[in-house]
């Protein structure tokens, strides 16, 4: 299989296919189509930690409305720890239900091990209830900056459709689904500015369902798009 770059570098299978100016387009794009959710314009590490939490199999959109509340609310794990019964009323009604639970178990965690802080060390993160690698990768992104490779439903869908090889919830955490993912960027691992763009895209250009093509910033180095650079 072969990629070819429209700003001239060509590579195969192994290599980077045309990350450079892949990322150019994109970030071009996303510097007029970023989603401006409130949660972005935060990095404090337990709102990045329990953002992350609520945004698992759930809308960005669906999570905003109750976001700011939380936040208000809910500014730190001990808040969590004393208040269950609020937190549970108000992420009830967005069929956030399971994610509770899971918030109380984190919080209670943070205040009984680390006096109610976050750790930031990927290891301690990975060692907390409930957080697997996405979640210790983007609270390392959005609350440290940090570049990180974040391998998730929309840019395992993006990579899958860039390089025409089909991808699965069961294959999300394959080291093919990584290696594919991480194809995309010219650094290894992604900017944290090219995770956002790379999520937005995901969330309304490169949809599930039904991808927009026509309106895509990348179509040209897709698969699936106009382009057809693959063979
Ligand atoms: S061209 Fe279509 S399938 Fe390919 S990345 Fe863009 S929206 Fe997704």
Redesign the pocket.
């Known amino acids: 299989m072969l990629f070819v770059d429209r700003g001239g570098i060509r590579s195969g299978e192994s290599e980077p296919f045309g990350a450079r100016g892949f990322q150019r387009q994109l970030l071009t794009w996303h510097g007029h189509h970023a989603a401006d959710f409130p949660w972005r314009r935060t990095n404090d590490p337990w709102l990045v930690l329990a953002t992350e939490i609520l945004l698992r199999r759930t809308r960005a959109n669906a999570v905003a409305t109750v976001w700011e509340e939380f936040r208000a609310r809910f500014p730190s794990p001990s808040t969590v720890v004393q208040a269950p019964h609020e937190l549970r009323k108000l992420l009830w009604p967005l069929g956030l239900r399971w994610r509770v639970d899971n918030l109380v178990l984190l919080a209670r965690h943070l205040v009984d091990h680390y006096g109610g802080a976050v750790p930031l060390e990927r290891e301690a993160l990975l060692k907390l209830p409930g957080v697997g690698n996405y979640v210790a990768d983007a609270v390392r992104a959005f609350a440290l900056g940090e570049r990180a490779l974040l391998v998730d439903s929309n840019t395992a869908?993006?990579a899958s459709?860039?390089f025409g090889v089909p991808c699965t919830w069961s294959s999300l955490r394959s080291p093919r689904a990584r290696d594919l993912v991480g194809r995309l960027s010219p650094t290894a691992p992604p900017t944290p500015r090219m995770n956002l763009a790379l999520i937005d895209?995901?969330r309304t250009?490169?949809?599930p369902g039904r991808?927009?093509?026509d309106?895509?910033?990348?179509?040209c180095?897709?698969?699936?798009?106009?382009g057809k650079l693959s063979s």
């Open positions: 869908r993006i459709r860039i895209l995901g250009v490169c949809l991808p927009i093509c309106i895509c910033p990348v179509r180095y897709c698969s699936q798009g106009a």
